[in-house]
């Protein structure tokens, strides 16, 4: 078989990516590069060629779900007119919604690879972007008297208490899902997140 033009090369890697980015969320970052291959739909052999170690993916992957979160925010500011508390909102219903809870695959980065972050040296390049991205998730959650007022990172209490309130929302009715408990957890923290508007 002949080498793959550095264009497919390419394309094979947004692949991988693409497809652990899926997998991480759904699962875990403990998926085995050879499910993982397979599910690219390449031979396991390719996934050497693209990355130096598993660990070197987990990276990548997590840069690219927060990149993807900031192109969200960004596309809902847009489609908002650049009305922050209409997108903010907008980003509550969904977030707290059955449809979110029932896709983790497609669902919050920072909600679904929290643990396997955590259990990951300190050192390591996607605990540095994973903590990055969460201030910048708060930041943009967080009320505009804050941003106006320049509060501290992640913008200050109010945007990391409600990012707190959605991704704690968002595990616990992952976890309770099943029992009526899991339609309550999202209900009472959307009420406490829109009970001011």
């Known amino acids: 078989m002949g080498r793959v033009s550095q264009a497919q090369?390419?394309?094979?890697?947004?692949?991988?990516?693409?497809?652990?980015?899926?997998?991480f969320r759904e699962q875990g970052t403990h998926v085995s590069v050879a499910d993982l291959m397979k599910a690219a739909g390449l031979t396991h052999g390719a996934f050497y060629k693209q990355f130096a170690s598993k660990e070197a993916l987990?990276?990548?992957?997590?840069?690219?779900?927060?990149?993807?979160?900031a192109r969200r925010n960004a596309a809902g500011l847009e489609r908002h007119d650049g009305q922050r508390h209409a997108a903010q909102r907008a980003l509550i219903d969904a977030y707290l919604s059955v449809e979110h809870r029932d896709s983790a695959a497609d669902g919050c980065p920072v909600a679904a690879l929290a643990i396997d972050i955590a259990r990951g040296p300190e050192g390591?390049?996607?605990?540095?972007?994973?903590?990055e991205g969460v201030a910048d998730f708060a930041a943009?959650?967080?009320?505009?008297e804050a941003v106006a007022d320049g509060e501290?990172?992640?913008?200050?209490?109010?945007?990391?208490?409600?990012?707190?309130?959605?991704?704690?929302?968002?595990?616990?009715?992952r976890?309770?899902?099943g029992s009526p408990l899991s339609e309550e957890i999202l209900?009472?923290?959307h009420a406490a997140l829109t009970e001011a508007d």
């Open 9 to 23: 090369a390419e394309e094979n890697r947004r692949r991988v990516v693409g497809t652990a980015s899926r997998l």
């Open 58 to 69: 987990v990276d990548e992957v997590t840069v690219h779900v927060f990149d993807e979160i």
């Open 124 to 131: 390591r390049e996607a605990r540095r972007t994973y903590a």
């Open 140 to 144: 943009f959650l967080a009320p505009a």
């Open 152 to 173: 501290g990172v992640g913008g200050g209490e109010g945007g990391l208490a409600r990012l707190c309130t959605l991704v704690g929302a968002l595990v616990l009715s």
């Open 175 to 177: 976890a309770t899902q």
């Open 187 to 189: 209900a009472a923290a």
